[in-house]
């Protein structure tokens, strides 16, 4: 349980998760398969909020006790994607089912 802050006003709200064990042993496959030096997914029903999946990787065993999706320590890029989504959602009344086109081209924050 948690209060909410939105522009001034203070809202109660209790989270739940659901984590769904096989999406979790699904993406660690693929993790384990490509070797990225670090690597979180995170995968949430947009109908309801619910987390499906939270996990985290990384070859180096000083991070083995905490989850890289939980920490603010690395970039993350697809954080821009929710951010879009939930504009989509709440300016343009897009719903799951709308269509995007996509403009831009490859980018990456490494060299």
Request: proline content about 5%; aromatic content about 10%.
């Amino acid at each position: 349980e948690m209060i909410l802050d939105l522009k001034g006003r203070r809202y109660p709200v209790t989270a739940e998760y659901a984590i769904e064990p096989g999406l979790n042993d699904a993406m660690l496959d693929i993790f384990k398969q490509y070797k990225p030096d670090y690597g979180a997914f995170v995968a949430m029903d947009a109908t309801t909020g619910r987390i499906l999946s939270l996990i985290s990787y990384s070859p180096d065993d000083r991070w083995v006790d905490q989850n890289l999706a939980l920490r603010a320590t690395f970039p993350s890029a697809s954080v821009f994607k929710v951010v879009t989504a939930a504009a989509a959602i709440s300016e343009r009344k897009m719903n799951a089912g709308s269509v995007l086109s996509f403009n831009g081209g490859a980018h990456t924050l490494y060299k």
